[in-house]
C-alpha cells in the first residue's frame, strides 16, 4: 500500500493530490497552478543565483591562480637581476616597482609597502637623496599606506616629498607648483577630519602652518612672468578654507584652553596671629601664590582676539576673489559663475562661524 502510494499518488474525485512523501503544505501548494508556478520561478531564479556565485567563486580562484604566477614571475625576475647586476642595480627600481603593483592590486597593502620601500632605496643610491625619480615611488608608498589608514606615514611621506621637491625645481617650475598643490591639499584634508586626532594647540599650529604656506605660495605666484590672476584662485580659496577651519576651531574651543595674555598667578600676603616662645601673640605674614582674578578674563580676550584675526584672514581672501571674479578676463562664463557661487558660499560658513562665536565666546 505504501509503494503504491510513492509512485502513483492518492486520487480523490476530480483532483490529483500530492504524493503522500510531500508535506502537507507542499502537496497543497501544487494543488495550486498558480502558487505551483510561482514556487517554479523561485526555483528557477535561486538555480542561476546558485550559478551565478559559482562562476563567480571559480573566476576568483582563477584571478587568485594567475596573481600567484604573476608574482612568482616578478619575483624570479628580481632575483635574476640581483645574481646578474648586483642588489643596488638601478634596474631593480623598475622590477619592484612592478612586483609592488601587483601587491597592491590584491590589496596586500604591507607587501607593497615593503617592496616600493626597496625601490625607493634602490633610487637614493643611485640617484642620490634628492632626485625626480623618487617622488612617483613616494606617491605610490602615500597609495598603499592609504589602504591600511595609516595616516601619520602619510603625513611624513607627503613632508618627504615637498622636501624633495623644494630642493629639486625652482619656485618657479611648475612642476613645484604642482608639487606644492598636492601638498596643501594633503595638508587641507588632514586639518578638515582631523585625521591625526590632533589637541587643539597641535591642530591650531598646524593650521597656521598651512595658512602662511598658502601665503607664500600666492606670493610666488604672483612674482612669476607670466601671472594671470585666475593662477591665483585654488592657492586664495584653499588658504580661506584652512583660515575657516581655524576659526571653527577657536570658536568652539574652551576659552581655558588659551593662553591668557597676563601672570596666570600672583603672590598675595597673608598673615596670621600666632603666639611667640614666650606664649605673647605675635602677627606673622608670608607671601603665597594664588591665581591672578584677572586671568580667565584675558583667557577670554584671547580667545576673541583669535578668533577675529581669523575672520579678518578669511575676509581679506574673500575679497580678493571678489576682486577677480570682477576683474579678470581670463574667466569664462561657467568659471565666473562657479566663482561666485564658491564666494557664496565661503561668505555663509564665516557669517555662521561670527554668529556662532558669540554664544561660545564666554564658554
Not at 317 to 324: A, D, F, K, T, V
Request: a negative charge.
Amino acid at each position: 500500500m505504501i509503494s503504491k502510494c510513492k509512485s502513483a499518488g492518492v486520487t480523490s474525485g476530480h483532483k490529483r493530490l500530492a504524493p503522500c512523501w510531500l508535506s502537507p503544505l507542499f502537496a497543497t501548494l501544487l494543488a495550486t497552478p498558480l502558487l505551483a508556478q510561482d514556487v517554479t520561478v523561485e526555483v528557477q531564479q535561486q538555480a542561476e543565483q546558485d550559478g551565478a556565485r559559482e562562476q563567480e567563486v571559480a573566476l576568483e580562484l582563477n584571478k587568485q591562480e594567475l596573481d600567484k604566477q604573476e608574482l612568482n614571475k616578478h619575483q624570479q625576475a628580481i632575483h635574476e637581476l640581483q645574481s646578474n647586476l648586483g642588489v643596488y642595480a638601478p634596474q631593480l627600481q623598475e622590477a619592484y616597482g612592478d612586483l609592488a603593483a601587483l601587491y597592491e592590486e590584491v590589496e596586500d597593502y604591507e607587501s607593497a609597502i615593503s617592496i616600493y620601500s626597496n625601490a625607493l632605496q634602490i633610487s637614493r643610491i643611485n640617484t642620490g637623496l634628492y632626485s625626480e625619480q623618487q617622488l612617483p615611488i613616494i606617491k605610490s608608498l602615500i597609495d598603499s599606506n592609504s589602504g591600511l589608514q595609516d595616516w601619520q606615514e602619510i603625513d611624513d611621506l607627503h613632508e618627504l616629498s615637498y622636501h624633495i621637491s623644494t630642493r629639486i625645481y625652482e619656485s618657479s617650475d611648475s612642476s613645484y607648483l604642482q608639487a606644492a598643490s598636492y601638498y596643501g591639499d594633503w595638508k587641507l584634508r588632514l586639518l578638515r577630519e582631523n585625521l591625526l586626532d590632533q589637541n587643539y594647540h597641535t591642530y591650531a599650529r598646524s593650521a597656521e602652518e598651512l595658512s602662511a604656506f598658502y601665503e607664500r605660495l600666492i606670493a610666488n605666484l604672483e612674482a612669476q612672468p607670466d601671472f594671470e590672476a585666475v593662477s591665483l584662485l585654488p592657492a586664495i580659496y584653499n588658504k580661506t578654507e584652512t583660515d575657516l577651519v581655524l576659526a571653527r576651531a577657536i570658536a568652539s574651543t574652551p576659552y581655558t584652553a588659551f593662553e591668557g595674555t597676563v601672570s596666570r598667578y600672583v603672590y598675595q600676603s597673608r598673615c596670621r596671629n600666632v603666639s611667640d616662645s614666650n606664649g605673647q601673640p605675635v602677627r606673622k605674614c608670608a607671601n603665597v601664590q594664588v591665581e591672578n582674578p584677572r586671568y580667565r578674563q584675558s583667557q577670554q580676550d584671547a580667545k576673541q582676539f583669535a578668533l577675529i584675526h581669523r575672520t579678518r584672514a578669511v575676509q581679506a581672501s574673500i575679497e580678493r576673489l571678489r576682486q577677480i571674479h570682477g576683474q579678470s578676463e581670463e574667466l569664462g562664463e561657467v568659471e565666473r559663475d562657479q566663482l561666485a557661487s564658491q564666494i557664496n558660499e565661503l561668505e555663509t560658513q564665516s557669517v555662521m562661524i561670527a554668529q556662532g562665536a558669540r554664544y561660545r565666546l564666554l564658554y
